[in-house]
């Protein structure tokens, strides 16, 4: 995604781009945001339809060291002498808190979950981001509107899917939704805390490699724990099904690739609590792709609460009242 970074910075504070990020163009951002809440909105149902042959683990170890090889593959032969282990060390943590404990978590948890309901657990990602990047940001006053806006997301979201929110099916073992409930929600809390570390102690060099390291070493961490639950075992390359095989695919090049790049990119340029908002309009992008390919009825509830959704998303990204009054903020990189 293009910036131009001969620009100088003039804004700081916590609406700031990361420094050294360069100013972008509205359009690289609007693409980003539409990456990460087109793509990653139709990821749910594409990891329900892998995990129908795959096992949890093993399919999120395949998705991201066939991703990340890909990207190791591009950056090689975009520049022949960019390294993979500048930085490794800050990377490979952040690949893990993000994918291996965070998105991983939400894939193995769609076993006892049904993924509407995985999707409203993941909106805490934002509000764990706003959380963990308080002492940046609380201090500027036209800022905390912003909270508002998280809440009226999160409201939304728990709305959109309110029926859903009832207790387990009688096909799940309660102790097997509570332990799914819980990973979706240290998962995202592990998903913040990564992003963060992206952004403020982001490792040098180009996006490209940094990403790639991310994905292997995430990769790695899933391999590791999919043979330490016994999931190769039983496994067979024959079991897997082209719908399966095929969902994987989409994954590898779309979710893992297209839009995790968007991602990174988005958080050196824009405030993490804004790029998380993925997780409020990911459910939304849900219920309109069954609207539209499963002719799923929208209630109107479901209108009401897309509504509070897209509120809520506005003011999180709404304009900044005025300049921030504290100077910038230092790299750390």
């Known amino acids: 995604m293009p910036a131009t970074a001969d620009v100088p910075l003039r804004r700081s504070g916590p609406l700031a781009p990361h420094p050294g990020a360069g100013r972008p163009t509205p359009g690289a951002i609007g693409l980003a945001f539409a990456a990460i809440y087109l793509i990653w909105g139709s990821t749910y149902f594409s990891a329900l339809v892998a995990l129908e042959t795959l096992p949890p683990y093993l399919m999120m170890a395949t998705r991201l060291v066939v991703a990340g090889s890909l990207l190791a593959g591009l950056s090689r032969w975009r520049s022949p002498t960019a390294s993979l282990r500048a930085g490794w060390s800050r990377n490979a943590l952040s690949g893990i808190l993000i994918l291996g404990l965070g ?3 939400t894939v193995w948890a769609e076993q006892f979950l049904p993924s509407s309901l995985a999707a409203i657990l993941a ?6 981001l706003a959380v963990l990047d308080w002492p940046r940001w609380a201090r500027y006053r036209h800022e905390k509107l912003r909270l508002l806006g998280l809440l009226f997301g ?3 979201v728990v709305a959109l899917f ?3 929110l009832a207790a387990p099916t009688p ?5 097997g939704y509570w332990l799914a409930v819980g990973a979706v929600l240290a998962g995202s809390l592990c998903t913040a805390g990564g992003s963060l570390l992206a952004r403020y102690q982001a490792a040098p060099g180009p996006p490209l490699p940094n990403a790639a390291v991310q994905l292997l070493a995430a990769g790695l961490f899933c391999g590791v724990v999919s043979a330490v639950a016994g999931e190769w075992t039983p496994f067979s390359l024959a079991q897997v099904s082209r719908r399966s095989a095929w969902a994987v695919a989409y994954l590898v090049v779309f979710g893992s690739g297209v839009a995790y790049l968007a991602y990174l990119w988005l958080l050196r340029v824009r405030p ?10 990911n459910p939304v992008m849900a219920v309109l792709l069954g609207a539209g390919l499963a002719h799923e009825a929208i209630t109107v509830q479901q209108v009401l609460a897309l509504v509070v959704i897209l509120i809520g998303v ?3 990204n709404r304009p900044s009242a005025g300049p921030s009054p504290a100077p910038a903020e230092r790299n750390t990189s």
Not at 171 to 175: C, E, K, L, R
């Open 103 to 105: 998105s991983s978590s």
């Open 123 to 128: 909106t805490t990602v934002p509000l764990w």
């Open 154 to 156: 999160g409201l939304g």
């Open 162 to 164: 309110g029926e859903q």
């Open 171 to 175: 096909a799940v073992p309660i102790t």
């Open 272 to 281: 993490p609590a804004v790029v998380g908002t993925y997780a409020y309009v």
């Open 314 to 316: 506005w003011l999180i």
